[in-house]
């Protein structure tokens, strides 16, 4: 292999290559134009090797930063930093660096870049550019953008809603992986369950509450990536407290520094719970000296920083971790108003067999209550049921109380805020123009075929990425995003820290998406239920063999490009039977013919919500292979059952072309 085409796939310049590798113990001489074939892999586990130490560094460097006085350099350092999207017109360039057009010309003549001012420079050329000109280039990230305009729309919308009532403290628990956040979570809520009587028939809805003291605390339930991201989304606005988890054995590690910089970012009083105390390995002022080479000073060694040792394994001290949970929360004691209508953040949803869309919201200001009407994001709906996290109807739900709730016409994301709208006329205006433009998430985008108006000939591959350290999951997404494969896109729907879980595949299942794995364990319910769900998990190690297979997909999409032939319409006009994966319905056919092996899309008010099949048809109760415009039929249809009387089906055939 040639060394710039691997300098390519490493992202870094030849000259930067063929300085670096001598330091991976890599000799092959610094003016070498080729690499033998074997070492490449080698170089390169070893390259990602040395790039994760270093982003450990630079997180490190990071935390220890907070605890420095603030200089006026720093600022100036600071405006050095640009971000740039995938591309950046020239003159734009010039202007974002606030650099004379000519100097930035002739930074480019002189790597070998002829352009026009007006021309568009690709990152990789912008930001090698904007480098040599002394800048720290960033990706500019939409995600970051539109996160920052959803935390000003609640800080909006909470501004007038203050109040004056004292609620229960929402607690996200932080930290490592396999450090122990989902055993402190089992264990506080094992042991102070508000209901003793619903002990056993507990649910998984993204959050519930613990009694201590006589007082309600809500523990977000979602240590994995949900929180984490509901929470640099929303920062301190969506928890009051955070508990920091340090398994005693092991000390600070990659994901514990992660978590402390989210926590200073957003301010959060936090907590540091120091588990595992019950191994022989445990060493608890290891893990404060740990803390105090990152300036958080622990309580009894002068500091302001509470930790209190826990065996979450053994609920060893979990009501004195309580106690201090409230000492800390009672800070800023949280209040809110639950007059009003109510104003809350999603912080769990998926697709139920039978229920269909359901999601948890916790209440931020206000009353949720039956019959609602609401937005989320795009989605909107009107709550038919709702219940507490011990599976409780409730008639209404006050500040800080996790709710489930049922009556959404979609999927809404984490994160997204649900707003109650009371008035009738405001309602329709805000859902239809709320729906318009946005995609469903239950929409089957898989590979849009070429009858697709809004994306031409581009074929889509949708995945879903699960990490060991977010940063990988990012690093990962911008990879895939660089791998060019003519009429192909790959659209990450979601990523995340942890294992890969049911959620995953549910909504893999409902995007057509494959499920990405980096550095997390396989799981063999998780397989099961991918088998069942004909999803497809990869498991990866090394981030080069994801592209490799990633890129080989789209390939293999691209050669074998699907059309969706238009076979014929048909309105429904009974539901005979709706199962957890399958529905039977009848109803006349509108327009062409509906044929036995056809596929089927369920479009409501025009708009397709999901894609399924058909598996049997009859005609006046005799099984047929096909039935013509004019007639009824009845029809079996394997997908997910959210057919309605009204709503029109769509018949197709797949063709590779
Ligand atoms: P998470 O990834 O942070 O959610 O970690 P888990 O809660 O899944 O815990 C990881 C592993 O550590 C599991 O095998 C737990 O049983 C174990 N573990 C958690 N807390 C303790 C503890 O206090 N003592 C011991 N000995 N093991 C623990």
New binding site residues.
């Given amino acids: 292999m040639n060394v710039s085409a691997l300098a390519r796939q490493l992202k870094i310049t030849t000259q930067e290559l063929l300085e670096k590798l001598p330091e991976l113990g890599f000799d092959i001489g610094a003016r070498a134009i080729k690499i033998d074939d074997s070492l490449v892999p080698k170089i390169i586990q070893a390259y990602k090797k040395a790039q994760k130490k270093e982003l450990f560094k630079e997180e490190l460097a990071q935390v220890e930063e907070r605890g420095r006085p603030k200089d006026k350099d720093a600022g100036a350092v600071k405006e050095k930093e640009i971000s740039i999207g995938n591309e950046i017109i020239v003159k734009d360039l010039a202007e974002i660096m606030n650099l004379p057009i000519a100097r930035l010309m002739g930074e480019l003549m002189k790597n070998g870049v002829m352009v026009s001012l007006n021309e568009r420079l690709d990152f990789d050329t912008a930001s090698i550019i904007a480098e040599d000109l002394g800048f720290k280039v960033k990706k500019s990230n939409s995600e970051l953008i539109e996160e920052a305009s959803k935390r000003e729309k609640l800080q909006k919308l909470l501004a007038d809603r203050q109040g004056q009532e004292i609620r229960p403290p929402v607690v996200v628990?932080m930290?490592?992986?396999?450090?122990?956040?989902?055993?402190?979570?089992?264990?506080i809520r094992e042991s102070n369950v508000v209901d003793q009587e619903a002990g056993g028939i507990t649910q998984h809805i993204g959050a519930y509450q613990a009694q201590a003291g006589g007082r309600l605390i809500t523990f977000l339930d979602t240590?994995?990536h949900e929180a984490f991201k509901a929470m640099r989304s929303r920062g301190g606005q969506i928890a009051d407290v955070a508990v920091l988890?340090v398994?005693a054995?092991d000390g600070l590690q990659p994901q514990t520094l992660e978590s402390i910089a989210v926590i200073e970012k957003e301010k959060l009083p936090f907590v540091v719970a120091i588990?595992?105390?019950?191994?022989d390995a445990a060493d608890i002022d290891k893990v404060k000296q740990g803390l105090a080479e990152i300036n958080l000073i622990p309580e009894d060694w002068g500091g302001k920083v509470i930790c209190q040792p826990?065996?979450?394994?053994?609920k060893?001290n979990i009501p004195e971790l309580l106690e201090m949970i409230l000492l800390v929360a009672d800070m800023e004691t949280p209040k809110s108003d639950s007059q009003g209508t109510a104003i809350g953040t999603i912080i769990e949803s998926h697709i139920d067999k039978s229920a269909g869309p359901v999601a948890t919201v916790l209440i931020q200001a206000g009353t949720l209550r039956l019959g609602d009407m609401f937005v989320v994001g795009s989605v909107s709906g009107k709550i038919k049921t709702m219940q507490d996290w011990t599976g409780k109807a409730l008639n209404q739900a006050g500040p800080a109380t996790p709710t489930k709730i049922l009556g959404l016409k979609d999927l809404p994301e984490v994160g997204e805020i649900l707003e109650v709208i009371s008035d009738k006329k405001e309602f329709k205006e805000k859902s239809k123009s709320k729906q318009k433009g946005k995609k469903s998430l239950l929409k089957n985008n898989h590979v849009q075929s070429n009858d697709d108006k809004d994306n031409g000939n581009i074929s889509v591959l949708n995945i879903i990425i699960r990490s060991d350290v977010l940063g990988s999951a990012e690093a990962i997404e911008e990879s895939l995003e660089k791998i060019k494969v003519p009429d192909t896109k790959i659209k990450v729907i979601k990523k995340g820290l942890?294992?890969i879980n049911e959620d995953d595949i549910l909504q893999a299942q409902a995007s057509q998406a494959i499920v990405i794995g980096f550095h997390v364990k396989e799981n063999k319910n998780i397989q099961a239920l991918a088998l069942e769900k004909n999803v497809n998990i990869l498991y990866f190690d090394v981030i080069y063999k994801l592209l490799e297979d990633i890129e080989a997909r789209l390939q293999s999409i691209k050669s074998k490009k699907i059309i969706h032939k238009f076979l014929g319409r048909m309105e429904v006009l009974a539901i005979f039977k709706k199962k957890r994966d399958s529905m039977i319905v009848g109803g006349r056919v509108l327009e062409g013919k509906v044929s036995k092996d056809s596929k089927i899309k369920v479009l409501k008010n025009g708009e397709v919500e999901s894609i399924g099949a058909l598996s049997n048809l009859q005609s006046a109760k005799e099984d047929v292979s096909e039935v013509v415009a004019g007639n009824e039929a009845g029809i079996s249809y394997q997908g997910d059952p959210i057919i309605e009387v009204g709503d029109q089906l769509e018949f197709f055939q797949e063709i590779y072309e």
């Fill in positions: 628990v930290g490592h992986v396999d450090h122990g956040k989902t055993k402190l979570l089992d264990a240590p994995g988890v398994a054995d588990n595992k105390i019950d191994k826990i065996s979450a394994k053994f060893k942890g294992q």
